[in-house]
T-cell receptor, first 112, second 117 residues
Framework: GENVEQHPSTLSVQEGDSAVIKCTYSDSASNYFPWYKQELGKGPQLIIDIRSNVGEKKDQRIAVTLNKTAKHFSLHITETQPEDSAVYFCAASISYGQNFVFGPGTRLSVLP | GAVVSQHPSWVICKSGTSVKIECRSLDFQATTMFWYRQFPKQSLMLMATSNEGSKATYEQGVEKDKFLINHASLTLSTLTVTSAHPEDSSFYIC?????????????FGPGTRLTVL
């Protein structure tokens, strides 16, 4: 089955700097890759997603890149702010929206 | 749009009792809902996939007789933890797909924290 790895497990950056979180997946059939942000005690919130037919997607300060050949995708957050501090999860799905396999998560801390 | 609610947000119960958790899609219809379990500082683990009007599909290792799932309408799915024990204490999160949108994502509820004494 699909296996998703995520690095780093923790990440601390200064406010205003950029943050990058990387995920790798094992099943080349995976075709949908969402990123979620989870604040303490709350459910995950979708922040950006990408399909396998696209190499990059951007939404204001957040971008995601996908390398299908290498089977990895990355989340890029620019101009980080303290409110970006949370746990971020990547996920991979083989059948568009079904059966998400989540990465272990990255705890991002943005220091003021 | 795409709001999912859960009730209750937290519950404390005695060992041996049953607890029901509701998951509702508030502004869309969800033919498919998902139930996840999350232990502290860990990732989300899919427990089961719930399709409206049919039996849920459980992931390997999840006891279907212990975690009863009902998806009776396009906006409501329930998870009942039967004969709960302390090891069932966890954060339970549901998600739903909006099949009418041109998106493939799952929208998550706020979660329910279950503590079994």
């Amino acid at each position: 089955g699909e296996n998703v790895e995520q690095h780093p497990s923790t990440l601390s950056v200064q406010e205003g700097d950029s943050a990058v979180i990387k995920c790798t997946y094992s099943d080349s059939a995976s075709n949908y890759f969402p990123w979620y942000k989870q604040e303490l005690g709350k459910g995950p919130q979708l922040i950006i997603d990408i399909r396998s037919n696209v190499g990059e997607k951007k939404d204001q300060r957040i971008a995601v890149t996908l390398n299908k050949t290498a089977k990895h995708f990355s989340l890029h957050i620019t101009e980080t702010q303290p409110e970006d501090s949370a746990v971020y999860f990547c996920a991979a799905s083989i059948s568009y929206g079904q059966n998400f396999v989540f990465g272990p998560g990255t705890r991002l801390s943005v220091l003021p | 749009g795409a709001v999912v609610s859960q009730h209750p947000s937290w519950v404390i119960c005695k060992s041996g009792t049953s607890v029901k958790i509701e998951c509702r899609s508030l502004d869309f219809q969800a033919t498919t809902m998902f139930w996840y379990r999350q232990f502290p500082k860990q990732s989300l683990m899919l427990m089961a996939t719930s399709n409206e009007g049919s039996k849920a599909t459980y992931e390997q290792g999840v006891e279907k007789d212990k975690f009863l799932i009902n998806h009776a309408s396009l906006t409501l799915s329930t998870l009942t933890v039967t004969s709960a024990h302390p090891e069932d204490s966890s954060f339970y999160i549901c998600s739903a797909r909006d099949f009418t949108r041109s998106t493939d994502t799952q929208y998550f509820g706020p979660g329910t924290r279950l503590t079994v004494l």
